[in-house]
């Protein structure tokens, strides 16, 4: 359930950025940092063969990589 | 090593509001949904007495609260 809340946290972030054309508030080392570390996490679950720890960072992931396009996009709007 | 890029990865968002005073693209939802997340991988590090979930959780919880407060304290600016 912790898993799950702090991935699903970033689709209301993925859908604010998308409507407001904006992420210049977000930080881009914050982006890629978190994104190294869920990398790391989603390695260690494929090595558990753990599922849940698979699913739940694939899904972080993309997210993050959806807020990381949006970033280098939306830059000065 | 993956616990602390996802905890450390909130220090350069935190730099970046302070500097800048802004915290408009950052979505309230993500910050307040991910912070009951963490809160509840606290509770789990607490319950299984694991030292490393603990502080990577308390210190990304108030790494959050400071980005709550800022975006609360910033808005408009």
Redesign the interface.
């Known amino acids: 359930?912790?898993?799950?809340?702090?991935?699903?946290?970033?689709?209301?972030?993925v859908?604010?950025?998308w409507r407001?054309r904006?992420?210049?508030?977000?930080?881009l080392?914050?982006?890629?940092?978190?994104g190294?570390?869920?990398v790391?996490?989603l390695i260690?679950g494929l090595w558990l063969h753990a599922a849940p720890i698979i699913v739940a960072n694939a899904v972080t992931l993309a997210l993050i990589l959806v807020l990381v396009a949006f970033k280098l996009r939306f830059v000065g709007h």
Do not use: E, I, N
């Not at 080392?29 to 978190?34: D, E, N, Q, R, S």
């Open positions: 359930m912790a898993g799950t809340l702090t991935t699903v946290s970033f689709v209301p972030q859908h604010k950025a407001s904006r992420c210049d508030d977000l930080s080392g914050m982006l890629l940092t978190f190294l570390g869920v790391l996490w260690y």
